[in-house]
T-cell receptor, first 116, second 113 residues
Framework: GAVVSQHPSRVICKSGTSVKIECRSL??????MFWYRQFPKQSLMLMAT?????????EQGVEKDKFLINHASLTLSTLTVTSAHPEDSSFYIC????????????FGPGTRLTVL | DQQVKQNSPSLSVQEGRISILNCDYT??????FLWYKKYPAEGPTFLIS?????DKNEDGRFTVFLNKSAKHLSLHIVPSQPGDSAVYFC????????????FGTGTRLTIIP
C-alpha cells in the first residue's frame, strides 16, 4: 500500500515558538492531503484539507492564521503551528488519499506536539 | 455534533471468539464507510471499507456489515487474535473519491489470551 511519512515524530517546544510538521507521500503523488488532530481518548478531528497549488480549506473553528498549511509539491504538505501554546499540545496526523479512487486514505505515523 | 458514533469505548473478547464493533451515523449523505485500526502513537491503518450499495464486505477475518435503514454498521473479527488489540475507528464520507472523512470516537478492543 501507499506510504505516508511525517517528520518529526515528536517535538517539544516552548510557548510562543512555531513548529513545522512535514507530511510526505513516499511512493505516490497526492494533490490533496488532510490534517487531523487527536486529543487523548478522543476521535481524529479534521483540521484542514491541503491542496497542491492552491489555498488550504479549513474546517469550522480552526484558525487558519495559527495553523499554516503549505502544499509545496505533489508529495509534500507542511503544517506550521504558529505561536504555539500549551493548549495546542496534541497528536497531529496527516493523510493522503490512495489512487484507487476510493476513500482509502493512508495515514502518516503522527506527530506528538508538546508545548511547555 | 457527532455524526459518527461508537457508543462502546471499550470491548474485551477472549482469543478465538468473535469481536463485534458497532458504529452509528446520522448523516444520510454518507455513502462510504471505512474501519481503521490504530495503535498508540501511530497513525490509523486502513482495515476494510464498504460502499452504500452493499450490505456486506468480507476480507479474511474481517467482515463489515451495513444497515442503511438503521444507519448502522458493524465490524466482525473472527477469530480474534491478540494482535487485534488496538483502538478501532469507523469513518464515513459523502461522495466517492477524495473526500474528507468523519471519524467516530473509537472503541478500544482488548483480546484476552
Amino acid at each position: 500500500g501507499a506510504v505516508v511519512s511525517q517528520h518529526p515524530s515528536r517535538v517539544i517546544c516552548k510557548s510562543g515558538t512555531s513548529v513545522k510538521i512535514e507530511c510526505r507521500s513516499l511512493d505516490f503523488q497526492a494533490t490533496t492531503m488532510f490534517w487531523y488532530r487527536q486529543f487523548p481518548k478522543q476521535s481524529l478531528m479534521l483540521m484542514a484539507t491541503s491542496n497542491e497549488g492552491s489555498k488550504a480549506t479549513y474546517e469550522q473553528g480552526v484558525e487558519k492564521d495559527k495553523f499554516l498549511i503549505n502544499h509545496a509539491s505533489l508529495t509534500l504538505s507542511t503544517l506550521t503551528v504558529t505561536s504555539a501554546h500549551p493548549e495546542d499540545s496534541s497528536f497531529y496526523i496527516c493523510s493522503a488519499p490512495g489512487t484507487s479512487g476510493w476513500n482509502e486514505q493512508f495515514f502518516g505515523p503522527g506527530t506528538r506536539l508538546t508545548v511547555l | 455534533d457527532q455524526q459518527v458514533k461508537q457508543n462502546s469505548p471499550s470491548l474485551s473478547v477472549q482469543e478465538g471468539r468473535i469481536s463485534i464493533l458497532n458504529c452509528d451515523y446520522t448523516n444520510s449523505m454518507f455513502d462510504y464507510f471505512l474501519w481503521y485500526k490504530k495503535y498508540p502513537a501511530e497513525g490509523p491503518t486502513f482495515l476494510i471499507s464498504i460502499s452504500s450499495i452493499k450490505d456486506k464486505n468480507e476480507d479474511g477475518r474481517f467482515t463489515v456489515f451495513l444497515n442503511k435503514s438503521a444507519k448502522h454498521l458493524s465490524l466482525h473479527i473472527v477469530p480474534s487474535q491478540p494482535g487485534d488489540s488496538a483502538v478501532y475507528f469507523c469513518a464515513a464520507s459523502a461522495n466517492f473519491g477524495n473526500e474528507k472523512l468523519t471519524f467516530g470516537t473509537g472503541t478500544r478492543l482488548t483480546i484476552i489470551p
